[in-house]
């Protein structure tokens, strides 16, 4: 299989990786956003050491790139905190879709920062996916759930430009399991202080469900940087709006969630959006080998 398709299989499956996480931070209950990131970071850093002890992956970065682990590092750990605050506020489909945004602004940062190439189709995609939020975050003065929806929409941007770090390194030579190795010590070092002075004790069940978050999480990490390095964003990040489908089905099933009218108003804008894209990218791609 060429690597277009793997990337596609290993965001597909990262999609569903990361719906379960947030099943299961949700299920966590009652504990500080901070703290529910900690542990699910820690899961992803134990498995990713044992990952790259495995394959003898050495631990460091080649020269130039250590700007970019930080800035992958920053901008997924805000992206993290952003979307978990989301997970345990909104409806577990909306603030998946809020954080399914970072395709758009990982082709965005793509642009400015890589310099890949963006047509004016592209560029309108991009709009009708911010009027799309709009439906989801639904601004105004009475909505109870406004300041979670745009926290939730701040980690989508920040989770762009951690997957547009993520495509940089890999293209650069950066092995997947370092990167998320690197990923998750720093956000467990950024988060130990508060941990410290913060704690709250937990349950059994509730730390339970963390060490499971983290295990989705650390498939889901893999699952991504894998996707990312086989092929650029502009071809595959359709595929990870799969999460929304999953996350609905999940949040029915376990929470008796539904999300309400707009919420699947603006779904359909930002997926239809989505397919477009990736519509128009596929008959670009034929067009150049014609």
């Known amino acids: 299989m060429s690597k277009k398709y ?18 299961f931070v949700r299920l966590s209950g009652d504990i500080p956003t901070i703290q529910k990131s900690f542990f699910r970071n820690l899961t992803a850093l ?24 930080l800035i992958r590092s920053a901008a997924g750990t805000m992206g993290i905190l952003c979307n978990f605050y989301a997970v345990d506020h909104l409806v577990l489909s909306d603030a998946s879709m809020l954080n399914k945004m970072s395709p758009f602004f990982a082709i965005l940062f793509s642009l ?7 047509s004016l189709f592209q560029i309108s995609a991009v709009a009708a996916a911010f009027f799309g939020c709009i439906f989801i975050i639904k601004p105004s003065f009475i909505n109870m759930e406004l300041i979670p ?15 547009t770090a993520v495509r940089y390194l890999g293209s650069k030579g ?29 349950t059994l069940n509730q ?12 498939g889901g990490q893999f699952s991504i940087t894998a996707a990312y390095c086989h092929a650029p964003a502009k071809e595959i990040s359709i595929y990870d709006y799969s999460q929304i489908i999953f996350s609905a089905v999940l949040g029915f099933v376990i929470f008796y969630q539904t999300p309400d009218k707009w919420s699947i108003l603006g779904y359909i804008i930002i997926i239809a959006s989505a397919v477009l894209m990736f519509i128009y990218n596929n008959q670009k791609e034929k067009v150049k080998k014609c």
């Open 6 to 23: 793997f990337g596609i299989l290993y965001m597909i499956l990262s999609a569903f990786c990361f719906a379960l996480m947030n099943v």
């Open 174 to 202: 950066e092995k997947g399991p370092f990167i998320v190795f690197f990923f998750s010590a720093f956000s467990c070092i950024v988060t130990l202080p508060y941990l410290i002075l913060n704690y709250h004790n937990m």
């Open 207 to 218: 730390f339970a469900f963390l060490m499971l978050a983290g295990l989705s999480a650390a």
């Open 149 to 163: 929806a745009i926290v939730g929409f701040l980690g989508g941007i920040s989770a762009g430009g951690a997957y």
């Open 46 to 69: 134990i498995f990713a050491f044992f990952i790259l002890r495995k394959n003898h992956i050495p631990a460091g970065w080649k020269k130039g790139n250590l700007k970019y682990f």
């Open 112 to 118: 400015i920062f890589l310099k890949e190439k963006i």
